[in-house]
T-cell receptor, first 112, second 114 residues
């Protein structure tokens, strides 16, 4: 099955600094890579996604980059704010099967 | 367009009882996924269903757990003879398109087994 690895598991940054979270996947046929943000006690919510026909996508302070050759994709948050503190999950579909695999999550803390 | 609706939001059961968790997908979505999340852990896939069909249940324990998505009504995740290890948040997500579509999550059902 698909194997999605996510690093780091915890990340602390000063307010205003950038944060980068990386994920690798194993199914070379995967073609859709979303990132979800989950605040404490809440549901995961999509913040950005990228499809395999592009290498980068930006939405204000958030960007995702994809390297299909190396099979990894990264979430970049610039000018971090305290409200960015949450757990972030990457995901990748297992195209040969029927599952949507999630990474193990990164707990981001933005220190004011 | 209402989002994914899950109920109950919180459920307390004693060991040996049954737990039934319900999920109504977003309007127009025919793909439903169930995930389990233990405290401070990730989302673990359990089962993927379409209307009246279980497509993939490879993540679901073979005993005590079952899921359905009938032609009418919500998807139901059923846990029989619950044990303390079943205590977790159970999230349902729906999608309009298998594999390449965004998953829309419900608020989750938090099961506590005493």
């Amino acid at each position: 099955g698909e194997n999605v690895e996510q690093h780091p598991s915890t990340l602390s940054v000063q307010e205003g600094d950038s944060a980068v979270i990386k994920c690798t996947y194993s199914d070379s046929a995967s073609n859709y890579f979303p990132w979800y943000k989950q605040e404490l006690g809440k549901r995961p919510q999509l913040i950005i996604d990228i499809r395999s026909n592009v290498g980068e996508k930006k939405d204000q302070r958030i960007a995702v980059t994809l390297n299909k050759t190396a099979k990894h994709f990264s979430l970049h948050i610039t000018e971090t704010q305290p409200e960015d503190s949450a757990v972030y999950f990457c995901a990748a579909p297992f195209v040969s099967g029927n599952q949507f695999y999630f990474g193990t999550g990164t707990s981001l803390t933005v220190i004011p | 367009n209402a989002g994914v609706m899950q109920n109950p939001r919180h459920l307390v059961r004693r060991r040996g009882q049954e737990a039934r968790l319900r999920c109504s997908p977003m309007k127009g979505h025919s793909h439903v996924y169930w995930y389990r999340q233990l405290p401070e852990e990730g989302l673990k896939f359990m089962v993927y269903l379409q209307k009246e069909n279980i497509i993939d249940e490879s993540g679901m324990p073979k005993e005590r757990f079952s899921a359905e998505f009938p032609k009418e009504g919500p998807s139901i995740l059923r846990i029989q003879q619950v044990v303390r290890g079943d205590s977790a948040a159970y999230f349902c997500a729906s999608s309009p398109n298998q594999r390449t579509g965004e998953l829309f999550f419900g608020e989750g059902s938090r099961l506590t087994v005493l």
